[in-house]
């Protein structure tokens, strides 16, 4: 069986790489950072990960791990509902809660179980969910497992949600989902016409924090903080794999419950494992060190600011963004992936992003700001993206 099964894969995978989508990996032999070394040995600027506040390899959160290492050793080896639940899970759970001002919490092996666990357990077929067609694939794939009945509205689209809406009437019970900030644009909804509407339609609403928890709004509370709605949401989704680590685990926090629910019914809480004690424990600290200071969604937003500021000013194309995302428009899927290239010789790890991730005629470059950069990182990076732009013909 397995010849003819691996002709049948290897044709596809030819046909991924002939239409240019096939993925390869680049090595990294260094801790996440601004400065990475990939294992040809060379250092570069890395402008692509999620290390929105520079979190991945910092040395307070790195002593929380290795201190619960010593107290509570190296995982759980079980479920939570079994032996999996130590007092750091108790308190991660507690300190999200305080974080997003919501009731209760739920930790997950990842948000994508996270999502993957949230809809089916709480709807059913008389229900309906209305979500953003931008929203992340793990939302796409918990509304599939889900039975209530779908309705999509184009993004950040207020008309189309209230059409939607309005169908959605003959439903039981209706749940708005959307991204707190959409990856690819970096865009936010605007939450506060979506709580108006919820409201008017009598509607619940829930938001994937996973780009926007940590660096949206002053303190880094996210959207709802940015549009004064704390604690609003019946719902809140996000990761610690993004600005808050960057190691691994995703939590569902909101009404309590909705969590109670959760952990009596979601498959992805109930038949997977506990998140290691020392990943819990830096979570805590995490959390504690953004109760303590502003400093790192200061120094980001100022980033942000000044990135998307300067390379306006020498003429790229970027996107209004309000996150830490920036998106360098190029227009041409080729043009794109020449540009990364060109960018990674001068010291700048970037990506090009081009269909199916985006729209077709919508290729670019996708940077990602961070705590972590300096000054003079961001002003590297600008100066080689204006030569590779002059270069490629995309500046004058
Ligand atoms: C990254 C991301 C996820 C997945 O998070 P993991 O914890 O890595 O599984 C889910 N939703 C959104 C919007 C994301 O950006």
Redesign the pocket.
């Known amino acids: 069986m397995y010849t003819d099964f691996q002709e049948f894969l290897s044709k596809e995978l030819a046909d991924i790489a002939d239409a240019g989508l096939y993925k390869n990996e680049r090595i990294i032999v260094s801790p996440q950072g601004a400065e990475i070394k990939v294992s040809s040995g060379k250092k570069v600027l890395n402008f692509c990960a999620?290390n929105y506040l520079g979190l991945s390899n910092n040395p307070q959160l790195i002593d929380a791990a290795k201190k619960a290492l010593d107290t509570h050793g190296y995982g759980m080896s079980s479920v939570r509902f079994i032996c999996g639940t130590s007092n750091v899970h108790k308190e991660l759970e507690q300190k999200i809660a305080e974080f997003f001002g919501t009731e209760d919490t739920i930790l997950y092996a990842?948000?994508?179980?996270a999502?993957g666990g949230v809809f089916e357990p709480l709807l059913a077929a008389e229900d309906a969910i209305i979500s953003d067609s931008l929203n992340?694939a793990?939302?796409i794939d918990g509304v599939r497992l889900c039975k209530a009945v779908r309705y999509r509205y184009q993004n950040a689209n207020m008309d189309d949600l209230e059409e939607q809406l309005k169908l959605a009437q003959a439903q039981r019970f209706r749940l708005i989902v959307t991204?707190g900030v959409f990856?690819m644009d970096g865009n936010v909804p605007p939450m506060d016409k979506i709580f108006k509407l919820a409201e008017k339609y009598n509607a619940m609403v829930m938001i994937?924090e996973?780009?926007s928890a940590g660096v949206v709004g002053k303190t880094g509370r996210g959207v709802t903080e940015l549009f004064n709605a704390r604690g609003k949401a019946e719902i809140i989704?996000g990761?610690?794999?993004?600005a808050f680590g960057g190691a691994?685990?995703?939590f569902t926090t909101g009404k309590k419950e909705i969590i109670d629910m959760l952990r009596q019914r979601s498959r992805p809480y109930l038949f997977s494992n506990s998140i290691p004690p020392m990943v819990a424990a830096a979570g805590i600290e995490m959390i504690k060190m953004m109760s303590e200071t502003n400093e790192l969604q200061d120094k980001l937003h100022a980033n942000t600011e000044y990135f998307n500021t300067e390379m306006q000013k020498v003429g790229f194309d970027i996107k209004p963004t309000q996150s830490a995302i920036c998106a360098v428009m190029l227009y041409d899927a080729k043009l794109s992936q020449n540009f990364a290239a060109k960018l990674l010789n001068e010291g700048i790890y970037v990506i090009g992003f081009y269909f199916p991730v985006v729209p077709k005629e919508q290729a670019r470059i996708r940077v990602q700001l961070s705590a972590a950069h300096e000054r003079e990182h961001l002003d590297k990076a600008i100066a080689a993206f204006t030569k590779v732009g002059k270069e490629l013909g995309v500046l004058k």
């Open positions: 999620n990842a948000c994508f179980d999502n992340h793990s939302i991204d990856s994937d996973s780009h989704t990761t610690l794999g993004k691994i685990g995703g």
